[in-house]
C-alpha cells in the first residue's frame, strides 16, 4: 500500500518563490564587477528570475537546453541561474580558472546554447569563441553604459537583454529528476567529467544543508558565500540561504583579504564559507592592520583540508567558530562537517581542535564507511584507513554523456579519498588515493605531514610526495615554497616536524622550489611533482 500524501515534486526555483513570499525584503548586497556596492532584495530578485526566464523562453531555450555562465558570485549570477532553471533548462557553470583547451572541451561537450559572462572573462571568451560553434549568443553581465568594445559574435548587454521582457511569467513544470545543473570535475589526468545535478538533488542538499549540525542557516544570518558558484554550487549556499531566508553578500570579483574584511565588517557577516586561501589571505591582512572580527560567528572551510594554524587563530585569537567540511564536486558537495557534538565541547582546547581539524560527520542524506583494496569493509577506529565510499541522493550516479554507472552494486560511489572513521563518526581523510605514500607497508598521511610543515615559520606551502625506495618500498620528499623574504631551510623545516609527527612519517628530504603546480580549482598537482622529482634520489 502507498502512503497517500501529496506528489509534491521537489523544483530548485520554488526555493526562490518561498524566500520571495516569507522573506521578500531581506537582502543581497553585491560588489558589483562595475566597482559599487549593489542592494537587492528576494522580492525583487525573484521578479528579474523570471524576466531572465521569459527571455530565455523567448530565445527558444528549453527543457534540457545547457546555458552557461562564466560569472563570480553576483545578484545577476544568482537571477540566471533561477531563470534558468526555472524553464527547465540546465545551468551550466563554468569555471573561468580552469585551462583555455579544457573550456573549449568542457563548452562543445556540454553545447552550450547561450553563454553568461561577466565582464572580467570578455578577453577570455573572445579568445575562445571561434572554437565554441554551439554558442549562438553572449550576454554580458553588466549594463549599455558598461557594455565594452566587443568581437564576441551575437553579443549584448544583460540589462538591455532584460529590459525586453516583464515579469509575467510562470515557471514551467516537470519532473523533479529533471536536470538543474552542470558543472564538470577536473580531475589531474583525462578529460573533464560532468557532474549533472537535478532539482530534486538540490532541493535536497540544500534541507539537507540547513541542518543545525551542518551550515544551519536561519532568518537571521548574513552569509558571505566566497566559494565560487562555480565551485559546486557554492557548497549549497545559493539554495539553502534563500531557503532559510538569510540575507546573502556576494564578492563579485573581490577576493582579497582587504575586500573580504570590508564586506564582514561593513556588512556585519555572521557566516561565510572559502577555501583554506582565502582565509589564509583574511588571517594576513587582519594581523597586519591589527584589526579584530567582531561580526563573524561561523566560517566554513573546506575543499583542502584545513590547517592547524588557521583553526587556531581564527577560534582561540578571533573567536570564530570553524566548520571543518568535505566534500566534492560529485557529493553537490557537501560530505561531512565539524561541528562537535555536547559531550565533546568540554574537552580540553587542544583535543578539541584535534577532533575539529577532521574533516568532521555526516548529516542525514550521506552514508559513508570505508573498504579495504578487496571491498571488505573496515571499522569505525579511528586508525584503519581505507577508501572512502559514499551514497545518498544528492550523490552521482553518473557523468555526462558517459552512460556508465559509476556505483557499485549496492550504490557505493568511491571518492578516491583515503580516510580512517572513529567511533564518533568523524571522518578524516589521510590522502587522495593516487597520492598515498607506502612506507614499510604501512601508510604516510601526506595531507598531515603537509599541514604540519605549514605550522613552521617561513612557509608558505607543502607538498609531500612518495620517491620509491630500495627498502621501504617508498619515502616521503616534502617540497616547500618558503613565505616572501624568508630564508627558512631544509634543516629547519625537518626540525619543526621532530616530535609533531610520527617519527617514520618525517619526510627523507626536503627541497625548496618557487612555486608548486595548481589545478583549476587550487589543488596542488602532485602528478606534475611526481614527473619532476621522478628519479630523485635521497
Ligand atoms: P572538488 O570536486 O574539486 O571539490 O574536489 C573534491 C576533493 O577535494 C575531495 O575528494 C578531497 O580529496 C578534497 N577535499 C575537499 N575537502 C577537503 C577537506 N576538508 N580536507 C581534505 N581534502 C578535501
Not at 573533464?192 to 538533488?201: F, L, T
Amino acid at each position: 500500500m502507498l502512503g497517500l500524501m501529496q506528489n509534491y515534486p521537489l523544483l530548485a526555483h520554488t526555493i526562490l518563490d518561498h524566500a520571495a513570499l516569507n522573506h521578500g525584503d531581506r537582502e543581497m548586497v553585491t560588489r558589483a564587477i562595475e566597482g559599487p556596492i549593489r542592494r537587492i532584495n528576494y522580492h525583487d530578485l525573484r521578479l528579474r528570475a523570471l524576466r531572465v526566464a521569459k527571455a530565455l523562453h523567448n530565445e527558444g531555450i528549453s527543457t534540457g537546453d545547457r546555458v552557461a555562465t562564466m560569472a563570480w558570485n553576483t545578484d545577476r549570477h544568482f537571477e540566471t541561474w533561477y531563470g534558468v532553471m526555472g524553464i527547465g533548462a540546465i545551468c551550466h557553470t563554468l569555471n573561468p580558472r580552469l585551462f583555455a583547451e579544457q573550456l573549449v572541451y568542457i563548452i562543445n561537450h556540454a553545447e552550450d546554447k547561450i553563454l553568461f559572462i561577466d565582464l572580467t572573462f570578455v578577453p577570455l571568451a573572445e579568445a575562445l569563441a571561434a572554437k565554441l560553434p554551439s554558442i549562438k549568443k553572449y550576454i554580458i553581465l553588466t549594463d549599455e553604459a558598461h557594455m565594452p568594445a566587443t568581437t564576441l559574435p551575437n553579443a549584448v548587454a544583460y540589462e538591455s537583454w532584460l529590459a525586453g521582457v516583464d515579469a509575467d511569467f510562470a515557471w514551467h513544470s516537470f519532473d523533479e529528476n529533471t536536470a538543474a545543473g552542470l558543472c564538470y570535475t577536473s580531475g589531474t589526468t583525462g578529460n573533464p567529467k560532468g557532474v549533472v545535478y537535478s532539482h530534486r538533488s538540490n532541493v535536497l542538499h540544500g534541507l539537507m544543508a540547513n541542518q543545525p549540525d551542518v551550515f544551519g542557516l536561519t532568518s537571521k544570518h548574513v552569509v558571505l558565500p566566497i566559494v565560487p558558484m562555480f565551485h559546486a554550487n557554492a557548497w549549497a549556499l545559493t539554495f539553502s540561504a534563500p531557503m532559510a531566508g538569510a540575507s546573502m553578500v556576494m564578492p563579485g570579483a573581490g577576493m582579497d583579504g582587504k575586500s573580504i574584511y570590508e564586506l564582514l565588517d561593513s556588512e556585519k557577516i555572521n557566516v561565510s564559507a572559502a577555501v583554506p586561501t582565502v582565509w589564509l589571505g583574511l588571517l594576513q591582512h587582519l594581523e597586519e592592520n591589527n584589526l579584530q572580527l567582531p561580526y563573524l560567528d561561523t566560517v566554513a572551510i573546506g575543499g583542502a583540508a584545513c590547517p592547524r594554524m588557521m583553526m587556531e587563530a581564527l577560534e582561540l585569537k578571533y573567536g570564530v567558530e570553524v566548520i571543518h567540511a568535505w566534500g566534492m564536486t560529485e557529493m553537490s558537495p557537501i560530505g561531512t562537517t565539524g561541528k562537535l557534538k555536547s559531550a565533546e565541547e568540554s574537552l580540553p582546547v587542544a583535543e578539541k581542535i584535534d577532533l575539529k581539524l577532521k574533516q568532521g560527520r555526516t548529516p542525514y542524506l550521506v552514508e559513508m564507511k570505508i573498504v579495504d583494496d578487496d571491498g571488505n569493509d573496515l571499522p569505525r577506529d579511528g586508525v584503519t584507513s581505507g577508501h572512502l565510499l559514499v551514497r545518498g541522493p544528492a550523490i552521482s550516479s553518473a557523468y555526462f554523456k558517459l552512460g556508465e554507472i559509476i556505483l557499485d552494486e549496492d550504490n557505493w560511489f568511491d571518492t578516491g579519498d583515503i580516510a580512517n572513521i572513529n567511533a564518533g563518526g568523524y571522518m578524516q581523510i589521510t590522502d587522495r588515493d593516487k597520492d598515498v605514500i607506502k612506507s614499510g607497508g604501512e601508510w604516510i598521511s601526506s595531507i598531515e605531514v603537509e599541514n604540519t610543515a605549514i605550522g613552521c615559520e617561513g612557509v608558505a606551502e607543502a607538498a609531500v610526495i612518495g620517491i620509491p625506495h630500495p627498502k621501504w618500498t617508498e619515502r616521503p620528499l616534502l617540497i616547500v615554497v618558503r613565505k616572501p623574504g624568508s630564508e627558512v631551510t631544509a634543516e629547519e623545516v625537518l626540525a619543526y616536524l621532530e616530535g609533531k609527527i610520527a617519527k617514520w612519517w618525517i619526510p627523507e628530504a626536503v627541497e625548496i622550489v618557487d612555486e608548486l603546480p595548481h589545478t583549476a580549482t587550487g589543488k596542488i598537482q602532485k602528478m606534475e611533482l611526481r614527473k619532476k622529482f621522478g628519479g630523485y634520489e635521497f
